[in-house]
């Protein structure tokens, strides 16, 4: 029983962290070539971090997701409400690896803008839903309720200056 019980989570953690690393990746191929030849050329606010706080941020949601996706995807498949607050999780992360493609791929803050609103909203939707099923769970993504509503102000920012 400790032994299939293992197993299972071993799987749902290869799982939760393939995804997100997944989602990281994809993203990173989007924003990396962009940010000397575009993103440096653009008018900031003052507010604006330096590029090097992305990286060690963005590390500690996407581990920070991960953790909190493995706890439901841990709990038995028929827990009423786990396929629902996953399939929300899920559409956030794709909306997360949308934005850098958006953003910077396309080289447009306004696309950014209109990807960054519903993607706050489905987080904010994810951490409630997580809560109800593993409290812990939806803590571990108030940090990046935090961040992307930081960042869709400086999405708004960005544009308002670049427009």
């Known amino acids: ?12 953690v290869v799982a939760a962290v393939g995804v997100v690393v997944a989602v990281s990746i994809v993203g990173q191929i989007a924003t990396y070539p962009n940010l000397a030849s575009w993103y440096a050329g653009l008018a900031k606010p003052p507010f604006n ?28 498949s028929a ?18 690896a949308a934005w850098s493609w958006m953003f910077f791929a396309a080289n447009s803050p306004l696309l950014g803008l209109i990807n960054i609103v519903p ?4 987080i ?6 997580f809560y109800r099923l593993d409290r812990f769970a939806g ?5 990046l309720a935090a961040w992307v509503s930081f ?4 999405n708004a ?3 308002w200056l670049n427009r």
């Open 49 to 76: 971090p330096p590029n090097w706080v992305f990286a060690p941020v963005w590390t500690s949601l996407y581990a920070l997701m991960a953790f909190s996706a493995w706890r439901i995807l841990r709990l038995p």
């Open 157 to 159: 920012s960005l544009w």
């Open 79 to 96: 827990t009423p409400g786990r396929g629902v607050a996953l399939a929300v999780f899920f559409a956030q992360l794709a909306l997360n």
């Open 119 to 122: 993607q706050l909203a489905l």
């Open 124 to 129: 904010l939707t994810t951490i409630v839903l």
């Open 1 to 12: 029983m400790l032994e299939s019980r293992l197993a299972n989570d071993v799987k749902w």
């Open 139 to 143: 803590w571990c993504l108030v940090p």
């Open 151 to 154: 960042a869709m102000l400086l």
